[in-house]
């Protein structure tokens, strides 16, 4: 079955850039993501990049997918402590081409950020 | 534009009870999907809504389960609760032509006594 795997845990400090990294084993994984989710808060999410593309930019965030090693990772430049939560890496697939997308998600990396 | 609402944010009941939970979708959009979260189990996915039919489901007994309105609200159903579904359950929706882009609400905090 899929399977999406992350560290448990990371520490930056303010301002420095940190990186997250995930892998995951559905190679028919059409689109890739990353959410976000604060104490008692739902997840948001970050951003999220098709299966044929290599690299998403938006503001501070960069996603950085390796399909041939199934391998995708999301840095944040100048990490603040308002980043500080829970990131999830996340894969979907069209179940049957019927238009449904079952996400599967990592165990989640929380990013501490020290002052 | 609101966001993803779910009602209620806590609720307590005891074992051998049923809950139903209800979510409101983003304005527009007709696809709701349903999430449970616990910290042994992480993230995983109950079942999906789309035109009021149900077009995925997870692997999840059939205590478990779910309708949509023809205003896309959702409402989500366990039968005879037990303590192991104390979770965090989780909507999400999206269009439907666009269901890989899923935007999730608050949740509901369910805690089984």
């Known amino acids: 079955g899929e399977d999406v795997e992350q560290s448990l845990f990371l520490s930056v400090r303010e301002g420095d850039s940190s990186v997250i990294n995930c892998t995951y084993t559905?190679?028919?994984?059409?689109?890739l993501y990353w959410y976000k989710q604060e104490p008692g808060a739902g997840l948001q999410l970050l951003t999220y990049i098709f299966s044929n593309m290599d690299m998403k930019q938006d503001q501070r965030l960069t996603v950085l997918l390796n399909k041939k090693d199934k391998h995708l990772s999301l840095r944040i430049a100048d990490t603040q402590t308002g980043d500080s939560a829970i990131y999830f890496c996340?894969?979907?697939?069209?179940?049957?081409?019927?238009?449904?997308?079952?996400?599967?998600f990592g165990k989640g990396t929380k990013l501490s950020v020290i002052p | 534009k609101a966001g993803v609402t779910q009602t209620p944010r806590y609720l307590i009941k005891t074992r051998g009870q049923q809950v139903t939970l209800s979510c409101s979708p983003i304005?527009?959009?007709?696809?709701v999907s349903w999430y449970q979260q616990t910290p042994g189990q992480g993230l995983q996915f109950l079942f999906e809504?789309?035109?009021?039919?149900?077009?995925n489901k997870g692997n999840f007994p059939g205590r478990f389960s779910g309708r949509q309105f023809s205003n896309s609200r959702s409402e989500m159903n366990v039968s005879t609760l037990e303590l192991g579904d104390s979770a965090l359950y989780l909507c999400?929706?999206?269009?439907?032509?666009?269901?890989?882009?899923?935007?999730f609400g608050p949740g509901t905090r369910l805690t089984v006594t």
């Open positions: 559905d190679s028919s994984s059409t689109y």
């Open positions: 996340a894969e979907a697939e069209n179940d049957s081409g019927a238009g449904s997308y079952q996400l599967t």
């Open positions: 304005s527009g959009h007709r696809s």
């Open positions: 809504y789309f035109s009021e039919t149900q077009r």
């Open positions: 999400a929706s999206s269009w439907g032509d666009r269901a890989y882009e899923q935007y």
